[in-house]
């Protein structure tokens, strides 16, 4: 990461690239497969180039650029021959324009091989083996193009891949981005909304607001994987609610919510309140299939990292409907409160938490590694044959964020968020 960090700064300077900070973040991370998924002129296209720019310059190499059709990829293609034919000064001793109709190459004299090509002809995607491959507008590219002809391209020389993308419905591009969000060695995912581009006129991003419905809103600024049916948690931005290596403030009371299961996870949240009010989730404990006396002596353990550090432990919510595991957690030393289960009040109020506030943070913040809550945020959505005007969320991917909304109903009631005398 340091050298890539380094080589990087340099390389940008040199080609007049001043990536925003949402770039930075795709930019800084080294993983071999990155997912980078966002609202229209994000600068998903620019970043995607910039990233492979070291691999072409590099000398032999060999790379794809891959989109649904030849006039998808050329954006990418046009900023990669630009910058090393004007800006590097790098020789060209082969240029092939395709573009609408057909695949584009170029080759450096250094050895160096881009091709555009088109998904729609995967057959015809040579047996070749690459280096670094970017799939640019991926969503629109069948799975099985990705599958069965381009993914074993990479394997031979430990190839790297982008994925640059607006999102588009809950399709396999979502499953990788989900890899990525999740702990994964390889892979890492980014997702940003088109206002994310400090270069984009608010002027223009609140006319598509105002004349789009909110789903094709959502999809193609806000960057979010949605459906028809709407995503339930239409504010959630990972690139402004998900940070790595949160702290509770000193002297607060962790709070726990803990939605209980034994088929389904049992997932319990640790969260404690900053001085704005503002909920901070630092840590999940999400696991199935164990028995009530594992999930508390993991509980207990987390709880002992926090009082380590000084905090105390407050009260911990728990589902209303769980009487059964409530009393063997409590049995096991994990005392639990029923918690207020209003469905929807629970969910607006969450939702409330996420809006941006005027000063740009927003009124509830995740540590990165609450991987399922993440994930569930991004999954969750209403149900789709429910009736017209009716809200009802899909009983699925909701554990982690019924837990949650057990801590925001119940701390919205209390005003003694810190412990009295408490200062930070
Ligand atoms: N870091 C940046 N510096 C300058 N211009 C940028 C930057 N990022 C994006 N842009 C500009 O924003 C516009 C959209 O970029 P593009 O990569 O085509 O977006 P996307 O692929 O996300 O739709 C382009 O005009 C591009 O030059
Ligand atoms: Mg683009």
């Known amino acids: 990461m340091e050298a890539t960090g380094m080589m990087f700064t340099e390389l940008f300077e040199a080609i007049g690239y001043a990536p925003h900070i949402g770039q930075v973040r795709f930019h800084a991370s080294d993983k071999r497969f990155k997912v980078l998924i966002a609202g229209a002129r994000f ?124 999102p588009r419905g809950f399709n396999w591009v979502q499953e990788l981005y989900l890899l990525g969000m999740g702990d994964h060695a390889e892979w890492a995912a980014f997702r940003h909304a ?29 960057g979010a994987f949605t459906t028809s049916a709407g995503a339930v948690y239409r504010e959630f931005e990972p690139a402004l609610h998900v940070a790595p290596d949160l702290q509770a403030p000193e002297g607060a ?54 009082t380590d550090r000084g905090h105390k432990i407050g009260p911990a919510w728990i589902d209303p409907s769980s009487r059964g595991f409530q009393s063997e957690l409590a049995r096991e030393g994990v005392a639990t409160t029923k918690a207020a289960n209003h469905v929807l009040a629970g969910i607006d109020v969450v939702r409330m938490l996420l809006r941006r506030r005027d000063d740009g943070t927003s009124g509830i913040c995740i540590d990165a590694g609450c991987h399922n809550l993440v994930r569930e945020f991004e999954q969750y959505r209403w149900h789709e044959s429910a009736r017209p005007g009716e809200r009802v969320p899909r009983k699925q991917d909701d554990h982690a964020l019924d837990a949650l909304r057990y801590l925001c109903l119940e701390l919205r009631k209390r005003v003694d968020w810190k412990e009295q005398g408490a200062s930070w």
């Open 43 to 166: 600068g998903k296209s620019l970043a995607a180039a910039k990233d492979v720019l070291p691999d072409l310059i590099a000398g032999r190499s060999t790379g794809w650029l891959v989109g649904p059709t030849y006039a998808l990829a050329q954006p990418e293609f046009l900023y990669l021959t630009t910058d090393i034919r004007d800006r590097l000064g790098v020789e060209i001793i082969e240029h092939k324009a395709g573009g609408r109709d057909g695949y584009s190459r170029v080759l450096t004299s250094w050895g160096g091989e881009l091709l555009c090509l088109s998904a729609t002809q995967p057959e015809g995607l040579l047996g070749q083996e690459i280096d670094w491959l970017i799939l640019c507008e991926a969503a629109h590219i069948p799975r099985e193009a990705f599958e069965r002809f381009l993914r074993a391209r990479l394997s031979t020389r430990n190839g790297r891949l982008v994925i640059a993308t607006t």
């Open 194 to 222: 088109t206002w994310d581009n400090p270069m984009i006129a608010a002027g223009e991003i609140e006319a598509a607001r105002a004349t789009l419905p909110p789903e094709t809103f959502d999809e193609q600024y806000g």
């Open 253 to 306: 009371i962790i709070y726990r919510g803990i939605d209980p299961g034994y088929t389904n996870p049992t997932c319990c949240l640790w969260a404690a309140v900053d001085h704005d009010g503002r909920l901070m989730v630092l840590r999940e404990h999400y696991a199935a299939e164990l028995t009530a006396d594992l999930h508390a002596a993991a509980i207990r353990a987390i709880d002992t990292e926090f």
